[in-house]
């Protein structure tokens, strides 16, 4: 057993939803393998010390999940993590839920932000400006439809939500689609340039999710204003029947907005990542409850087509104000993209894609690289899902409660209260063997390196450990 002795509660248990282990506070009546504690305020009794006077891992994984990282390409909570799991296995027998569904490899969670859905909608200098993007580009007959669609002439090449439904159709996916709430309207404060110039529609919406897709808020103000958040949700999810996430235009944010967007009855957020750059913003690509929030998760952006392949931004990371995305080839896109899937493979969670809806259209023309991307996460493995899935499964996880009890020959394993709706993947069980050597396992296992996975499909696991590797 694993004690904690730590004077502040929540960035022990912000750790513990993230790193899913049988852990207790330290209560001297009990015997511990390990304590967790700053050397001297506890008495171990034998146990090994992980002394956090030397380095305080709780406070440095808060820390980084609500202030975040600037440009940060490594998933440095999820290494800090993963050195506390190094430690712990060295000196007990590690039992964990990983964030990774069983029967497959990790997850990535689909996302669409609408800001424009037709050539027409859209004021004449933006329109000029696309035609001459297109022109500067070569393409000749893009910028001539576009021309045409403005002045009512034939197919709106901005309206992309046909394509997108069979890309994803022809792929077996489905996404998340952000909606701007209100029409014509910059949000407080923010450049007139930031508003959009259409209605929602109630026709439109419910296809998308009557086809297995799932509509949220485009927030406009909700970051900001709590009475905005609670307008803002109600607009879409009159429209969805359903509860909904957002995800703020701009990537607009405060430290208070969590708690605002919490209050309003906002599922989750996905917010929290860069407008111009790829990577691990809050040091992990778990979702994630930011401090203060009853039920609000976090799944932070990792990566976007903007901050991939765009010019500028309007919010960049460093201040705020204008600056450079990355402006990669696609195949340096491509390169980090990948290097963003390799992390997903050692250390799980949700690779969460933002691809823009007009993004599809000239002269952006991003939608190919979409669909070879997402056909690699599927070849990997991964579990493809509308982001409030993803959502489902690591709210469930973040509730299980792991026991671990050592009976006669091995140890038995409960996780009472392990509801998941039959649609979501089950979870795993990983016992971090390290040389221990598993016996029987009553139900289905499969084994890593130094470690066994069990399928979670019950609540009572037992499994076998040969003498004296069980301490
Ligand atoms: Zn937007």
Redesign the pocket.
Known sequence: MIGVYYPDLSPVEETFRLFKIPWEWYDPAHTYDVVIARRGEVETAGAYLVDLSEKDYFAEIARILSEGLPHCHEPMVEILIDELRQVLKEHTLLVEIPPVPWGYSYTVALTH?V?ITSVRERRWVSVGYAVYQCLRKGMVRDAVRILGAKCGIGKDPWNCFEEWMRLEEDLGVRSTWFFLPEKGKAGEGAPAIRAGYYDLDAELIKRLTDGGWEVGV?GLDNWRDASAAREELQKVSDLTGATVGTRV??LLFDEDSWKKLDEAGYVYDSTFGYNDDVGFKAGTMQPYRPQGCERLLEVPLIIQDGGLFGGKTWNSSDDGGRGACLCLSEEEGMRRCEEVLTYAKQYGGVVTLLWHHVSMAAPKRWGEFYRVLVGKAIVDGAWVAPEKEAVQWFNARSDAVIHTEHVPDGIRIRVPGIGLDSSLPPMRIRIHTNGADLGKINGDYIEGAQYSDLRCSSLDILVKVHEGTAD
């Open positions: 932000d800001d485009h235009h701009w």
